[in-house]
């Protein structure tokens, strides 16, 4: 066990250099994007003078790695900064900064509330489903059943997510009237409704990530069927659903974890076409409206979001990985 | 035996297996009858279809094998045209199996009682609280130690030899008409089997549960099986009472395999005293990292000699190999080549140093390149070591080939797996012998082999020691190879020499008390050797010796 704490630990060290690592790639690769803020904020109404007080307003004015560096030091401190754009309506508006509204972390936690509720609820639909339909199809493998399953999932897959979206937009809420096909939720709505705007955007983010997870349990219990122990199983007289079940899954339980895990990550950072569709005010939008006016603090935090959910569903899934091998878990 | 019922019943039966795209042969046209209580030996070599058959005789054919014709009945049920359901409900309830390798059988991931009463809550014969007193009564009968917790481990957790027998148990959890045992005991060392075998025979006895029993060891089978019959390609070849066939067999390929123990060497005269040894291991102390494996192991080597080092597996004979060769460096002691002190590392020494240990390894398969030819394999330390290129490499190699009795002609180009598992560990021999050296390490060399063909490996290697003087380690866990061509032992435990002299020494008492039970562990062809065996030692011994080894 204290074998799994010193993995734990030493992995999240590693994360952290590895998010350290990600917000200078970022930061780099948006200095290096033609225009900056000022430009993209000001538009065809842009003029030196212009452009040089929003820059010194923000801070643009100063070298970029000083920039870097200061917003690293914030950061570790756990002070992302201010959003541009906020600080500049802000300021507009007469008010002083710094009133605690205009600073990144209070522009980005609602949206990854939504994103992570969105991302939820289509977890829980699409891991159920695909454990379920690999189990099935491991064990009426090579049946029509497994293939007309495979192709399924594969085509869904391989479709654009927005042409999935428009497909369930017209079977769902346009033809048969169930589902708003406008999954605008704010803040306050009942946990009822928000659900019921959220299905459809669920639906559609269930139908892309179902044929990885569900390919990989069919292909890491099939793996094992050669086993002896399987084949010790069926001399036994083992019912076929009880061999995949008992004596096959919890010895796969290791690949198809990681499949989950990875897919999970997709679920939080992958998702902006399908909120652009549903218009759901998810972290997926902010992030790609924050770089069209290369708005860096949103971006840099997003980033490191998108980052760190990636390091610590990987981490999770090879911890849970360990534990799932009994020779782990009950030493000699 | 007429008087007994027939339990089951196979009739001319054929099976096929797929290899690529066509069906080929593995059984053809085998009758078998086995009544209520008895126990049928099958043997033969690998590939004779044996575990297929007993496999064929439980109903099942594993993916890639069909029936094409023939009939198997058990209990007046016609198993080849039965339906899944009808086939399930008999397996494990009426019909168990018991496999080769427990540890490869046993679910990594259940406990073991939980697997033992799997059988018996599926198939409803008893509930779980009741089937799990009775497994650990079973554990108890079976000897097992500490039968009232072990069922509550998980299979990684348990010996070999103790899974064996808990799978023996769980064969038995719903009391079975026939067990099916497929090489129950060939992956153990000789003195966890005799534990296993005595477990299996009273239990299948107490029972009166018929058996089939697979194996290709002849002195096993003796002592279980009530018949033998004998396999040879997917033919029946003989099937006689086991004294019968044991005092008097009729076919000639039947008498060709109980003669195979009887290959002896002639004694040697004594080495002369002073004479410099080829090898000689100076109190070697080694550890795998922090790990201590060998403990002041001190033995000599001289040439034209053959000394048999065995033990039990993980008592640190091929780790002794291991810094003979160099490949783990001692921490103390060293290795000297005649007489003169070796770099511990094998990449400081020459390549003269190297040339002098050579290896032959266990198994043939993996030890040779599979996208080289056999010329190439050979030829490749030809160059090396001696330096010949072009036609005298080439002339050379033919030599060698010639040398290990494979006609050049014919094998020169021909890719590993072309070759049967004899063929390719002659190969082996080649190559070691390309570096010219005075001393040959091999490593359990004929312990994948039938034992035909271990047979006219270890002729080979006799008639190469005459002719080329080389001297060997052979390390072995087989003590009838030990008495066949060795000239002097060395007995290891645990890391450490326990004992080691002139070979007639050995064989002979008094000897050091693990020596002794290593010698009467092996198996003989008397039918009533484990049973004298039993008496000798007293029941109880078999108990403890178990209970030493957790």
């Known amino acids: ?332 | 035996m007429s008087e007994k019922e027939v339990l089951v019943t196979i009739r001319d039966l054929y099976l096929e297996g797929r290899t690529d795209e066509t069906w080929m042969p593995i059984i053809n046209g085998v009758d078998l009858t086995l009544h209520k209580g008895e126990v049928l030996g099958l043997i033969g070599e690998s590939g004779a279809g044996k575990s297929t058959l007993g496999l064929a005789a439980m109903g099942f054919t594993r993916d890639g094998v069909r029936i094409k014709k023939g009939s198997v009945e058990f209990d007046g049920i016609d198993l080849v045209n039965a339906s899944a359901a009808v086939k399930r409900g008999l397996l494990g309830k009426r019909i168990a199996y018991v496999a080769q390798s427990a540890a490869a059988s046993f679910n990594p991931a259940h406990k073991l009682i939980d697997q033992h009463s799997e059988a018996p809550i599926q198939h409803g014969v008893m509930a779980k609280s009741e089937s799990e007193a009775d497994g650990i009564e079973l554990y108890r009968r079976l000897r097992l130690p500490n039968p009232e917790q072990i069922g509550f481990r998980y299979p990684h957790q348990v010996s070999g030899g103790q899974l064996q027998r808990a799978m023996t148990a769980m064969a038995m959890s719903c009391r079975p008409d026939l067990i099916i045992f497929d090489e129950p005991t060939t992956a153990l060392d000789v003195t966890t089997q005799i534990e296993v075998l005595a477990s299996i025979r009273d239990i299948v006895e107490q029972f009166n549960t018929a058996a089939i029993y697979i194996t290709h060891d002849l002195a096993v089978v003796a002592q279980m099986a009530d018949n033998i019959k004998v396999l040879l390609k997917g033919d029946e070849v003989e099937e006689a009472d086991t004294r019968t066939m044991l005092a008097d067999p009729r076919e000639d390929y039947t008498k060709s395999l109980w003669a195979v123990r009887s290959f002896q060497r002639p004694k040697k005269p004594a080495v002369q005293k002073g004479a410099v040894p080829v090898v000689r291991v100076n109190h070697v102390t080694a550890a795998y990292g922090t790990t201590p494996v060998l403990f002041d192991v001190d033995f000599e080597i001289h040439e034209g000699r053959t000394v048999a080092v065995v033990g039990e597996s993980g008592s640190g004979k091929s780790t002794a190999a291991r810094c003979i060769t160099g490949l783990l460096p001692p921490k103390e002691g060293q290795i000297e080549f005649e007489g003169v002190a070796m770099p511990a590392d094998y990449r400081r020494r020459n390549k003269d140093q190297l040339r002098q240990a050579q290896m032959i390894y266990q198994m043939a398969d993996t030890a040779l390149n599979p996208r080289k030819t056999i010329g190439e394999i050979i030829g490749r330390p030809v160059q090396f070591y001696t330096g010949l290129t072009g036609n005298e490499r080439r002339r050379r190699v033919d030599e060698l080939l010639a040398e290990i009795e494979l006609e050049p002609s014919i094998y020169h180009d021909r890719l590993p797996s072309e070759l049967s598992g004899g063929q390719k560990q002659r190969v082996g021999i080649a190559r070691a012998l390309a570096a010219e050296p005075k001393f040959i390490i091999c490593d359990e060399v004929t312990s994948a082999l039938d034992q035909l063909v271990a047979e006219g490996i270890l002729k080979l290697l006799a008639r190469l020691q005459d002719t080329l003087g080389l001297s060997y380690m052979f390390i072995t866990h087989d003590l009838a190879t030990v008495k066949s061509i060795a000239d002097e032992v060395v007995v290891m435990k645990d890391g450490k020499v326990v004992e080691q002299g002139p070979k007639d020494e050995m064989f002979k008492p008094p000897h050091h008390a693990y020596t002794d039970l290593l010698l009467s562990s092996v198996p003989e062809m008397d039918p009533d050797w484990l049973t004298n065996l039993l008496a000798e030692r007293g029941v109880d011994n078999i108990g403890d010796a178990a209970v030493d080894k957790m």
Not at chain 1, 271 to 292: A, M
């Open chain 1, 1 to 332: 066990m204290n074998s799994v704490l010193r993995i734990v630990l030493q992995r999240l060290g590693l994360g952290v250099v590895t998010l350290v690592v990600v917000s200078f790639v970022i930061f780099v690769a948006v200095n290096a994007m033609p225009g900056d803020f000022a430009q993209a904020i000001l538009g065809q109404g842009y003029t030196e003078e212009a452009g040089e007080a929003i820059r010194r307003e923000v801070g643009l004015d100063k070298p970029y790695f000083v920039r870097y560096f200061s917003w690293l030091g914030a950061a570790l401190t756990g002070d992302f900064g201010t959003s541009f754009a906020k600080a500049n309506f802000a300021a507009y508006a007469g008010n002083t900064a710094g009133s605690g509204l205009d600073t990144v972390a209070a522009s980005i936690a609602p949206r990854l509330e939504n994103t992570l509720f969105l991302a939820g609820v289509a977890a829980m639909i699409a891991v159920p489903i695909s454990l379920v339909l690999g189990l099935l199809a491991a064990l009426y493998r090579n049946t029509i059943f497994d293939r007309f399953t495979n192709i399924f999932t594969l085509s869904s897959i391989s479709s654009p997510e927005f042409f999935l979206a428009y497909i369930l937009i017209l079977l769902l809420a346009v033809l048969n009237p169930l589902l708003p096909s406008l999954s605008n939720v704010f803040e306050g709505m009942p946990f009822s409704e928000r659900f019921i705007k959220t299905l459809l955007p669920a639906l559609t983010l269930t139908l892309v990530v179902t044929a990885h997870m569900m390919r990989m349990t069919r292909a890491a219990i099939i793996n094992l069927l050669a086993s002896p122990y399987i084949e010790m199983a069926r001399l036994k007289g083992i019912s076929p659903m009880r061999i995949i079940v008992v004596h096959a899954l919890p010895n796969a339980l290791a690949p198809i974890i990681n499949v989950i895990a990875l897919n999970l990550a997709y679920l939080i950072t992958g998702v902006v076409v399908v909120e652009v569709v549903f218009v759901y005010p998810g972290i997926g939008q902010l992030f790609v409206d924050s770089v069209k006016i290369r708005d860096i603090p949103v971006v840099q935090a997003s980033c490191l979001i998108f980052a760190a959910a990636y390091i610590l569903l990987n981490l999770l899934a090879d911890v849970l990985s360990i534990l799932s091998n009994p020779r782990l878990r009950h030493p000699k």
